[in-house]
């Protein structure tokens, strides 16, 4: 199992993430979805590969839900802890 986390951008109605979590879940692969709100993220649960970050994003595009853009590890695999990755 595979888990993507992805952070929202702007602040989120409920009804818009019930919206974003029920368009995430009718993917094939899609085991769980789950909201939380500080800060706005969905934490989605995949099965195997599929659907990839990208699918994802654009089926939340699709619903008016943006996401903020991945953010990479450091090359060496460490962090100071000050960008989050």
Known sequence: ????????????????AERACASLKALPGVQDVAFSADPARL???????TPSRAELMAVLAKAGVLVEAEQRAHASGSCCGGCGS
């Not at 934490?43 to 590969?49: K, N, P």
């Open 1 to 16: 199992m595979k888990n993507e986390i992805l952070t929202l951008l702007g602040t989120i109605s409920a009804e818009a």
């Open 43 to 49: 934490h989605v649960s995949l099965d195997g590969t």
